[in-house]
């Protein structure tokens, strides 16, 4: 990448409070040893460092199936719930197959509860998606990643990353080769940094519902009519 082009996001025009790194969370959705999904988010991973955050990996081996008589108190789940709760925007990288995500993709969303005690693990936070294919372009898993997304309540970023023939694009060495692929993906990165910049400190505002405040009044009143009663 061309440095004298990427300086970074510039926190004070963003108006970001906090001041320490966007913490970032990157799923992937394959554990092949060649895994282009896995590649792709490192090298995300890369620019995003390059860029100031603070990255963070889950690597999905050994996580079992949802329902399968496990509960959360598994090592795995308990790791990926922790990483969940720690970070404040997202990287989901995953290969599209049978024109879809992958089940193992899918596993890591699916143990990500939708409310954990008081919190809302993901509610708010900030989403980048990234798929690869061993065809031509396609946009099924990333249109599909958007979906689940918007239903954990996440602020999913308008750019995003599509890589056909994804062999072609990585070197021996597992990194990617410079091509309008690779400059996508620095402006989906780029893109993640300022969304999470601006809203990471607000975020709680911007969700923040009128059918729960409503709810919470009557859950209030109820216990004030109730004490008045004994």
Known sequence: MDDDLLPGPDPVRLGAASGHAPRILILYGSLRDRSFSR?????????LTRLGA?????????LPLVDDGTDASHPKVREL????????GMVWSSPERHGAMTGLMKTQVDWIPLSEGAVRPTQGKVLAVMQVSGGSQSFNAV?????LGRWMRMLTI????SIPKAFQEFDEA?????????DRIVDVMEELMKFTLLTRDRSGYLVDRYSERKETAAALMDRVNLSQAT
Do not use: K, T
């Open 39 to 47: 590649l792709s988010a490192e090298e995300a991973g890369r620019i």
């Open 54 to 62: 603070e990255v963070r990996f889950f690597h999905p081996s050994g």
């Open 81 to 88: 719930r922790d990483l969940v709760a720690w970070c404040e």
């Open 143 to 147: 249109n599909q990643m958007r979906v």
């Open 158 to 161: 308008p750019n995003q990353s």
């Open 174 to 182: 597992g990194r990617m080769r410079p091509s309008p692929l690779y």
